[in-house]
């Protein structure tokens, strides 16, 4: 049983770092690589993506160069976070959970950042942009487009 | 170790936790996510208990008994507590109903409310009244949830054969995550998402059927909710009764429980006590009982053909018709076939009403296409005997072990599992298969080899063996000296050449096999299924004896062993299985008594032609007569299974329509020809005599039997073993320009006497379809073929229709269909192989090609 028990954690550990390193290569963990790292570690292909999607890490989608947040907690959703979120669909021409076709910008939503005072809350790459109105989407796009792109995490 | 609890004094031996210890001394403690055929996991906190000198409050599932320990399971403390506990995992389960106060009276109006697509509560719920929830609350005396309830709102899985999976009614409890893993080494489900969003999961949420998963039904049962619903009986009402069988469809012999309500089966579930499966099963066992049994296609009256047409009639009629024909056949113008699937009470009287009232020898089953057959064969060629019992914890119990032509999840799920078994354990596994097989995730070893070169392949290992004599150790035992010799012609610098298997991959496994001490092979259809099948067996068996490894052949229908036995009893002089049909063919044969199945005789020439079978088939087109007989629900009996264990297996309901057991048509007939010797009343009857003639049953006593207790055939003294000098061949092929592709052909076990399981089930279509070509994914792309686009393959004897199914893993050039006895001709593969087939096990490989269909 112990033996089981170490044998199982050092596959784990191994599959966490070999995600990593998927996860680093393309940006993303692409579908057909998990049946490959099935093949290679031995693992069945629904305990990796157990894996892959417990830790936030990991994303399956390719994630573009600026990653931009949207807060549609309960707090911005009524100070209008739908409206900033079309606007930044609109301009982008993407959905939310999308990336842009030169992979330049993915649209994400999260449920509260824990800011909702300052809400509505559009998060760019890292930075906070609080009590935001929709004529200040094309404002940020514009702005990260020109910065050389700070990558992300 | 002594310890107590709730002050109560018990003796502990050994490392038991302290949820099992309370359980065997019949102390509750409610629990969840604990299930005594699983590792501890600690999840749902609802079995805590209070330890003296301990703080907190230990899960006593994962808490190991220690001397000394007292021990409470019941202070108050420990009740509120609980309470507070199953309130939190009720506010995310529907609930209403759990603390209704009103919820016995519910009963007598709930029963139509139930055909709702969305569970809200118990009375919409098929677990309603077999829940462990149910239970928990109930003991707990829960009538309130103080925590905002939530409805997940998760979408109903519906989309997999079989059952539903509903997780809003989950409660993470990880008993389905655990089974599918630890128990039947799926692992085709997991916990995915985190946090909120937890929930059991697969892949990419993809369907279970693209998951891996064995629809094995191990998750449904555990499930301590009703998150995992059997779809055939959600809006059935609870069984009346619960009765226990024998599973028919394979050579392990599930014991089964079987629900039924009103006699009429609702479903059958593995039997927690089955001294083989031990609470197991496998999805035909699990699912496909109720439609087999009550299937459309069941004949339930007697036919005769008077005039030009079959027609109805009544069983005195029907008798006397058929006892009046047959006395004009005799000795070799006849012959009977009887299916591996009935009783052995039922294959012994086939067998005496053959050599008694037909006077003919030509008597056999389809189980010569077995490896036990091939095995049989190969020692009586060789003057050996062989030990053919065993017991299926030999095989968990082996510390390397070698697979080689059989994909035994699907083939033999319960050997399966002993072999995980031994591979948790730490055992080493070697598969030696063409195409990737789904266990290879737990194999140290996969030798991905050429088809139809097991022979050189062993040879070759064997030879490295001797190579390495000193760490080999071989045992000095006779006719070791001529085998030797014989192994001078294979030279290892060829061994990649030859098999597809590098010089690595053999040192490889010489180094596996050499180092364990406790070696098991197991062996199937794949290895034997040649011409040169013996061949293949005899370099295994040589090979065996080097690492000292146990032979286990797969067996394949559940009474294989039965039959076998019964058979051995005859003189073997009349013709066998592939004769009987060659003969049909040629003329030589005027009268034919089918108890079994067989292929479209529609060429054949015979005069007369009765059929005894539970199912419509093609051959009815031809019969004069047929006798309805029951299936093994119907009547009592025993099977023999793989291990040589003899299971008596009991009536569950009684015959439908006119139908009747085989035992009781064959009596009848034969006492019609004025035979006495057939006075039997019941099966119990005729094990008595079976035991008086067989000698492999003479030790067996119906008492034990009757009891359930474990009895297995009788074996003879065994002679030292010797190895076999090989015989070196070459193995050509003649695939050509016209032919370019080999069809290897799987005997297919997905059948029930002339039944395909697949064409009964659509769930069994969609899991594996009897008439699945299988096709490498390049040669697919090279003829632009899709999956499930219907292709004619064609032999230079006949052709037969098919849908594509691309196999990634299948070597180029190469095809797979499974071999059916008893298929539509349009559909069969039997139209392929030319005229019968050549040696009795031999399926091969035939150069086909494939031809769109317009
Ligand atoms: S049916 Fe069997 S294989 Fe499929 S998910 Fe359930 S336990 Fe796993
Ligand atoms: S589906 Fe059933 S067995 Fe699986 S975690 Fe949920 S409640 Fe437990
Ligand atoms: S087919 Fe075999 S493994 Fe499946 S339930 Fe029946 S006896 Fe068990
Ligand atoms: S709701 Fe947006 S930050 Fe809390
Ligand atoms: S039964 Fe012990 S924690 Fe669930």
Redesign the interface.
Known sequence: MEKIMSESNSVQRELIHLLHDVQNKFGYIPAQSISQISRELKVSESEIFGVLTFYKAFTLKPRGKHLITICMGTACHVRGAPMILDEFERKLGIEAGETTEDNLFTLETVNCVGACALGPIAIADGDYHGQMKTREVGEIIKKLKQEKGKSIE | MKITIDGKKIEVEGKRTVLEVAREKGIYIPSLCDHPRL?PFGGCRLCIVEIKEKGGFPPSCSTFVENGMEIKTKTPRLQKLRREILELILSEHPNACLICSEKEKCDEYKSTIRKVGEVTGCVLCSNNGRCELQDVVETLKIDKVRFPSVYRNLEVKKGDPFFDRDYNLCILCGRCVRVC?ELRG?????????GSQAVV????DLPLIE??CQFCGACLDICPTGSLAERGIRYEDLPDERVKTICPLCSMGCELKIDLKKKKILSSKPSDEGAVNQGQACVKGRFLIKDLIQSPRRIIKPLFRMNKELEETSWEEALDFVAQRLRKFKGKEIALVASPQVSCEEYFLLHKFASEELKTENVDSSYRFSPLAVIDEMAQENGLELDLNFELKDISRAKALFLIGEDIPKSHPIIWLEVLKAV?R?AKLMVASPAELSLN??SSLWLKIKPGTEFYFLSFLSKLFLQNEQEANHPRIEGFDSFKSSLGEFDLSQVFEMTGITREGLEEAFGLLSEAEDAAFLFGMGLTQYPWGTRNVAALWNLALQAQAQLFPLGLENNLRGVFEIGQNSSGQGLNFNQIFQAALSGDLKALYLAGPAPYLKKANLEFLVIQDSFVNENFKLADAVLPASTFAETDGTFINGEGRVQKFNKIIDPLGDAKPDWWIISQLARRMGNRGFPFKNPPEITKELIKTIPGFSNISCAELGKGQKVFIQEKAKKERSFIPVKYMDINYKKSKKYPFLLSLDYSLDYYRSLVLSQESKGMKAIRDSRWIKISSEDAEKLNLEEGESIVIESSSGKFKGFVKILESLPDGILRASFLLSEDADFSVNGLIPSGFQESHSLGMLPVKIKREK
């Open positions: 590792a893993q799926a692992a085709a489900v997991s916990f995915v998402y985190r999961g697969t892949v990419l998951s891996g948790q730490g995730r737990y």
